[in-house]
């Protein structure tokens, strides 16, 4: 029987490993580029920290307002428990009972959790909270019924969906009625997407600035060196090669900018945080401000990177396009 026979690249069946040489070599060729353009950074000190400092500057004010964000989230940490629904039993109905219908409405997808206070239990924290515990002391039997105390989720906050959930509690016939405390958490929720949605604008714009700032840097940079260039044209290189380089300029100047913008707003934390610990005491609350966690700081360093690249590709785009019209 015949062997068949499949077409072979011969120059690779003669240099089976050149791949992964040219391979090497370009890893090699943009690990001395990335490395050249850092040290070139690096002899102009001055010039390099204004526009890294300019770069943080416009990255760490949205940054500073995310973390604000957060914390002004946790410092609300009992916005969920406060907006919970008081759902009051018909006085003849006991403990078992209301577990049991505790269990029935946990299970539904607007319940987040459900609480029960049995009779013994809200006559302890209203003897507690009234101050009338000598009058209470003349009552020959408990007046008050079981309370179940639902821990809504937060889309089911909205008022939308927050109407017809409680009407359907309300209807049910252990009910007798029901207190709803969810209208400050719907607020406190709308104010925070506000400041979201304000934060998002404001990033935009600073981000469009970062663009500007390191495009015109690396403009500058190609004004200063277009004789460098020119000769590098002569000599064979291409378009790739030249961007190359000032590609790396500007995912410097983005990395190190946004790394002082995440020591500036940690150093904000860290300068504030005395006197947010002494406004949570007054209100009872253990509270400590928190800065960038490691997966915010890396989304920070990679988006600003990015933004240099981004900068630079613009930059030199431009000027390319330029010298091909010439």
Known sequence: MARRRFPVNRRQARNPGRPRRRLSAWLEHHRETALETLRRLLRQPLATLMTV???????????????ALDNLKT???????????????RQDLDEAEGARLSERIAQRPQVEAVTLISRADGLAEFRAYSGLGGALD????????????????????????????????????????????????????????LLRAGVALLALLLGLGVLLVIGNTIRLEIENRRDEIHIMGLV??????????????????????????????????WLLADQAASLANLYQRGFALRGLGLADAALLLAGSALLGILGSWIAVGRHLDIDDER
């Open 75 to 89: 410092l609300g940490g009992d916005w969920r428990r406060s907006a919970a629904v008081s759902v009051f039993l």
């Open 138 to 193: 003349q009552l020959d039997e408990n007046p008050l019924p079981v309370v179940l105390e639902l821990q809504l989720r937060p889309s089911a906050l909205e008022p939308a969906r927050l109407a017809p959930f409680l009407a359907t509690i309300e209807a049910l016939p252990e009910v007798a009625f029901l207190r709803e405390d969810a209208q400050w958490a719907q607020r406190f929720q709308a104010i925070l997407g």
């Open 236 to 269: 064979g290189a291409t378009n790739g090669f030249v961007r190359r380089r000032f590609l790396y300029s500007g995912a410097w100047y983005g990395l190190l900018g946004g790394l002082l913008a995440w020591l500036l707003v940690n150093l904000m934390v």
């Open 53 to 67: 400092a300019a770069v943080a500057i416009a990255l760490a004010l949205p940054t500073a307002l995310v973390v």
